[in-house]
């Protein structure tokens, strides 16, 4: 008796909007990136890293989370940052998670994943533009600070 193969198929699903008039709005600096990552990370009390997806104008076309860990951790891979960036044919992404415990400043963790990151988006053609830290009503920008180059 011959074994068979199974056949796959990809589809990128839409699901709830998240309320955010991006109409010609270019998401070109940390500081827009943080407001929009808050929309969705109100009230959390876990780490939680989501990619945001963007065009060739920097214009957001969506957004992915990508792992919710615990208090001080998430767990992390390019196969699942890059996934929904292909899939939405993104340009480029921004990194974005948060630090429940108040204080954006990025951990030694924070800075590998993000060079790994890096790496990875050059394989794929996707560029990291920033790797964004939010807490609360501060963020840090890994570009900013100089973290990617």
């Given at each position: 008796?011959k074994?068979?193969?199974?056949l796959?198929?990809?589809?990128?699903?839409?699901?709830?909007?998240?309320?955010?008039d991006s109409?010609?709005?270019?998401?070109?600096?940390?500081?827009?990136?943080a407001?929009?990552?808050?929309?969705?990370?109100?009230?959390?009390?876990?780490?939680?890293?989501s990619v945001?997806?963007?065009n060739?104008?920097?214009?957001?076309?969506?957004?992915?989370?990508?792992?919710v860990g615990?208090l001080?951790?998430?767990?992390?891979?390019?196969?699942?940052?890059?996934?929904?960036?292909?899939l939405?044919?993104?340009?480029e992404?921004?990194?974005?998670h948060?630090?429940?415990?108040?204080d954006?400043?990025?951990?030694?963790?924070?800075?590998?994943?993000?060079?790994?990151?890096?790496?990875?988006?050059?394989?794929?053609?996707?560029?990291?533009?920033?790797?964004?830290?939010i807490?609360?009503?501060?963020?840090?920008?890994?570009?900013?600070?100089?973290?990617?180059?």
């Open positions: 008796m074994k068979g193969f199974s796959y198929s990809i589809k990128l699903v839409k699901s709830k909007a998240v309320p955010y109409t010609g709005v270019s998401i070109n600096n940390a500081s827009i990136a407001d929009v990552a808050r929309l969705y990370y109100r009230g959390t009390d876990r780490e939680i890293f945001l997806l963007l060739t104008k920097n214009q957001l076309i969506g957004a992915n989370i990508v792992s615990n001080n951790s998430s767990l992390v891979h390019p196969r699942e940052v890059f996934k929904p960036a292909i939405a044919n993104a340009f992404v921004i990194l974005v948060n630090h429940p415990s108040g954006p400043t990025p951990s030694r963790a924070d800075i590998e994943i993000t060079r790994r990151m890096i790496q990875a988006g050059d394989l794929l053609d996707i560029k990291v533009v920033d790797h964004v830290i807490a609360e009503d501060r963020y840090v920008s890994m570009r900013e600070k100089g973290l990617i180059f």
